[in-house]
């Protein structure tokens, strides 16, 4: 077939746009199949039909057109757009991600020198933007399941590149989350197992600090799940079979106000521990957290997150009180302040909510109350309007730590 130039398009090829509009992917694969179809074919405007599909937000269709070998860094556009730009403009994260795993550039920018990262951030697709900038290739995990040079094995046994490229992917560094991600995998739930990832993210740390473009957000992320991968194996040695107890640790908070000490003192001492003190996004971290003092905004893991996925620490989400995970939706059902993204979590997380479950109750009707008062005094002070909520938030957030 001819190379597609701009507007040059088929009967058939005018025909898969529409159907990738519609999202009918049984006709489209028939299309396809056909080979009356190129599937790098143009529109008038430089658009692919991969690039349609991102845009549109069509997971199985931009499926399929990879799997027919579409083209995911093609930048004919008119303006220099590629697929990952269109991915991240819809907001759809596992539509960017199929990009990123199908070989998408993210350095390469559009006619204004924008790149997909920075499209994405402009129109307020953030979860996109973290995708993106936290994006690892599996093809650079899997060079340790091969042996190198005089190696009679490989660092890391190939039944474990999958479960652990899971992990480094997650944009959830709550070590709770991390834990449960290797609970998810019995495989990994081994001392030997653990042992051998660890050592090979000790060794990616590495590898980012020492490159020629260093690049220390990695690296300290890298650093950051080995550190939480030791206290597994830690817990594993104390004979914590299923590291119930760690998850338990994690969350448990202070008898005074709720707070998760043990969680925070951790990742502070994760950070502590990254082994390259000239790094300038340690030295960062440190000023940020040194002077908090513990039970205080921000909290380590909020400034973490901030600095190694690119999240706002204050966004308009509900983040789950167990995990940390963004969009959760489900409340306790008796003091309605506190969210979760599952009933899993909620049981995991009760044992220690219920000794605040009653407080907050109280602080709700307390609001509850004052709120009649309140709307009377809106012409007069606004800011007592607030007085109420701050101080229920504030009793929140210390007593859960949700927000990352």
Not at 239 to 246: E, K, T
Not at 282 to 299: C, F, H, K, W, Y
Not at 328 to 348: D, E, G, I, M, N
Request: some cysteine; glycine content about 4%.
């Amino acid at each position: 077939m001819a190379a597609p130039q701009r507007g040059d398009l088929s009967a058939s090829e005018r025909k898969i746009l529409q159907l990738i509009a519609a999202g009918d992917v049984q006709e489209a694969a028939q299309l396809l199949a056909s080979k009356e179809v190129r599937v790098n074919c143009l529109d008038e405007y430089g658009m692919t039909p991969l690039m349609h599909a991102a845009y549109k937000g069509k997971a199985d269709m931009c499926r399929l057109l990879l799997q027919h070998g579409a083209d995911v860094n093609c930048n004919q556009h008119e303006y220099g757009y590629t697929a990952l730009m269109f991915a991240g403009l819809s907001g759809k994260t596992d539509i960017t991600s199929m990009m990123l795993d199908a070989g998408a550039e993210t350095e390469l920018v559009n006619s204004v020198g924008r790149t997909a990262a920075q499209m994405a951030a402009f129109v307020g697709q953030h979860d996109c933007v973290t995708v993106i900038t936290n994006f690892f290739s599996r093809a650079r995990l899997e060079y340790y399941t091969q042996p190198q040079g005089q190696e009679k094995e490989p660092r890391l046994p190939p039944r474990l590149a999958g479960p652990l490229h899971k992990i480094i992917m997650t944009t959830n560094l709550n070590p709770v989350k991390i834990v449960l991600l290797v609970k998810e995998h019995p495989v990994l739930v081994d001392m030997a197992a653990l042992e051998k990832c660890y050592q090979v993210m000790d060794m990616l740390c590495e590898q980012c600090v020492k490159q020629e473009d260093m690049n220390e957000v990695l690296a300290m992320k890298m650093h950051y799940i080995s550190c939480v991968l030791q206290k597994c194996l830690a817990f594993l040695h104390k004979q914590d079979d299923n590291l119930d107890a760690l998850v338990k640790s994690l969350l448990r908070g202070r008898d005074s106000d709720g707070f998760p000490q043990y969680q925070e003192k951790f990742i502070r001492d994760c950070i502590r521990k990254f082994p390259y003190c000239e790094a300038t996004l340690l030295q960062q971290l440190v000023r940020s957290i040194a002077p908090v003092e513990i039970g205080n905004d921000p909290t380590a893991f909020s400034v973490l997150t901030q600095a190694v996925t690119g999240q706002m620490a204050i966004v308009d989400a509900d983040y789950c009180a167990t995990c940390g995970e963004r969009g959760a939706h489900k409340r306790c059902s008796l003091c309605k302040a506190v969210t979760y993204c599952s009933v899993t979590c909620q049981k995991l997380h009760w044992f220690t909510h219920k000794k605040m479950c009653r407080t907050l109750q109280e602080q709700d009707a307390e609001l509850e109350k004052d709120a009649p008062r309140f709307k009377e005094l809106k012409g007069e002070d606004k800011s007592l309007l607030y007085v109420p909520r701050s101080r229920l938030k504030l009793k929140t957030d210390r007593a859960f730590a949700v927000a990352p």
